[in-house]
T-cell receptor
Framework: ETGVTQSPTHLIKTRGQQVTLRCSSQSGHNTVSWYQQALGQGPQFIFQYYREEENGRGNFPPRFSGLQFPNYSSELNVNALELDDSALYLC????????????FGQGTRLTVV | QQPVQSPQAVILREGEDAVINCSSS?????VHWYRQKHGEAPVFLMILLKGGEQKGHEKISASFNEKKQQSSLYLTASQLSYSGTYFC????????????FGGGTRLMVKP
């Protein structure tokens, strides 16, 4: 186990709705990244938060947004859900410093119908 | 642009060796390797940095050819526990672990 927990584990939403996914980082990790993993594909980088500020963003539209809290836990919000948003959403907790391993949670499986 | 992994899938018998390749069209700062078992989180294997530094688990070996923008992961004397999907994640600059992952290589080790 990586000590990174995500909730909920599974979720079904209707197209057009909004969803919030949560990630609890490892203690002492001040950086969190979010990834989207479609079935049978590699994870795609959504964005990263460092000390409560967005630190970098991948090729995702603004309806994907996030928050990081003072305890370094994090949320991913997706508005106006589309069918193509169906995927496994992974958060990765990253220790202080560069060139380090990332500790992934088990993910939230989102299905949009 | 995402790196290209090869092969896409490989089946081994216990004790056999395998090589998984990762190739990028962009100059790379680092290559990160992860293994993901079905229904589980990706697990860190190794980081290879420009300049030759490596960080990772002792039983895993890998190479990074900076000039060719290629990395290879070497799995020797495979065990059943090696089964899973292997991903390489690349960074073109030292941005801080914002990875572009390849499509994965599915490895199955049979008894």
């Amino acid at each position: 186990e990586t000590g990174v927990t995500q909730s909920p584990t599974h979720l079904i939403k209707t197209r057009g709705q909004q969803v919030t996914l949560r990630c609890s980082s490892q203690s002492g990790h001040n950086t969190v990244s979010w990834y989207q993993q479609a079935l049978g594909q590699g994870p795609q980088f959504i964005f990263q938060y460092y000390r409560e500020e967005e630190n970098g963003r991948g090729n995702f539209p603004p309806r994907f947004s996030g928050l990081q809290f003072p305890n370094y836990s994090s949320e991913l919000n997706v508005n106006a859900l589309e069918l193509d948003d169906s995927a496994l959403y992974l958060c990765a907790s990253i220790p202080r410093g560069r060139d380090t391993e990332a500790f992934f949670g088990q993910g939230t499986r989102l299905t949009v119908v | 642009q995402q790196p290209v992994q090869s092969p896409q899938a490989v089946i081994l018998r216990e004790g056999e060796d395998a090589v998984i390749n990762c190739s990028s069209s962009k100059a790379l700062y680092s290559v990160h390797w992860y293994r993901q078992k079905h229904g589980e989180a990706p697990v860190f294997l190794m980081i290879l940095l420009k300049g030759g530094e490596q960080k990772g688990h002792e039983k895993i070996s890998a190479s990074f050819n900076e000039k060719k923008q290629q990395s290879s992961l070497y799995l020797t004397a495979s065990q059943l526990s090696y089964s899973g999907t292997y991903f390489c994640g690349t960074e073109s600059n030292n941005a801080g672990n914002m990875l572009t992952f390849g499509g994965g290589t599915r490895l199955m080790v049979k008894p």
